[in-house]
């Protein structure tokens, strides 16, 4: 996502700021960090500010955690204290689930200039809770104006997997907090059960199809291996499966999907490369935004629930789209085309802005 940004505004030679929990691969664009996790260093950045350009991703939401809106909302707060202006720069808007959530976002909603979400859902509940005089324009994703132009495509039989850990979450403690618990019991059933299913699921495709291999694929590298690990640990079938590739750049990353033929993917971004590399895809839906993402490229029935790992719902996805992946596949890529196109007048809104600033 930030990398997408960058690439696609222009920032007319200001210097740019950016909350980050990783300094060095910051730096590397040309970007001052501003720790993540550094309360004054954020109210200090913000103040210094012309703008605030705030996203993208799902960011404004209460699910994983009540806390992770919070952090949000107080930036949106030291904005509108130090009369900042801010861009809600194609990021998702929900769910909020807590009255708190809506009337905090609503409080400090006149600092936002305009704010560009990623579908419709998302516009229709930040102008719910945020006021119809709130300018929201309806975009897509900034990952899928990527510039791919210099990786090679090239088709295989195998699926790439991407998996995460699905924790149920605790809404009153941080989202990391909700993870330990869960796996010391609280909802460790479930997971178990959800780790049988996807194994399951895997070493029936691989039967069917004999000559077909699974390369799993990490995001999130200390979450994903260990899902997938839990996963290869269940399975029968693992002569034939991949070890997840980890610490990839974004270019690999896509390289990765354009290797194979279909994805099958729980993470939200796996799907969204997939989009461009014009790939299909079937996806597990944990949160909205996964079928909101899957309807906007017109695979809606390329979804099936993350609570459906009993019987072989998943089984059955995964083989419908592996046999249909080519016209699935063009689909998608004519689909990309046209939301790569209207995302661009964003990209031209937030770079018109910073020269108004200038």
Partial sequence: IFESILHNVDFNGATIM????????????????IPAKSITSIIGAIKKADLVVMG??????????????????????????????????????????????????????????????????????????????????VLHDPVLNYPISKIKNFASDSVLVSLRQWYFSVPLLPASMARKLNKKGLKSKKY???????????????AEHETTRIQFMSFYDSEDQEMTKDVLN??????????????????????????????????LHSIILSAV???????????????????????????VSVGSYEGEAFLNLLNKVYSQADSRSRTIASRHTRMVSENETGFLMISQTIRELS
């Avoid at 950016?18 to 960090?33: E, Q």
């Avoid at 499966?241 to 279909?262: G, H």
């Fill in 56 to 137: 993208g991703g799902g960011i404004i939401q209460d699910q994983s955690s009540i806390l992770n809106l919070l952090y949000y909302v107080f930036q949106l707060g030291v904005a509108k204290l130090y009369k900042t202006p801010v861009v809600l720069a194609f990021v998702g808007v929900g769910p909020l689930r807590f009255w708190l959530s809506r009337f905090l976002l609503s409080r400090v909603a006149d600092t936002i200039q305009y704010a560009l979400v990623r579908d419709q859902t998302s516009a229709d509940l930040l102008s719910s809770v945020c006021g119809r005089e709130l300018k929201i324009h």
């Fill in 18 to 33: 950016a909350t980050t929990v990783n300094a060095d691969k910051t730096k590397k664009h040309n970007v001052v960090p």
């Fill in 277 to 303: 590399a014009g790939k299909a895809f079937a996806a597990i839906d944990y949160s909205p935004k996964v079928r909101s993402f899957a309807e906007n490229v017109e695979q809606a029935d390329a979804v």
């Fill in 192 to 206: 178990r059960q959800l780790v049988d299913g996807f194994a399951r699921t895997f070493d029936a495709f691989l």
């Fill in 234 to 267: 269940a399975m029968k079938h693992v002569e034939r499966c991949d070890l997840p590739l980890t610490d990839l750049t974004v270019e690999q990353y896509v390289q990765a999907v354009m290797s194979a033929k279909i994805l099958f993917g729980m993470r």
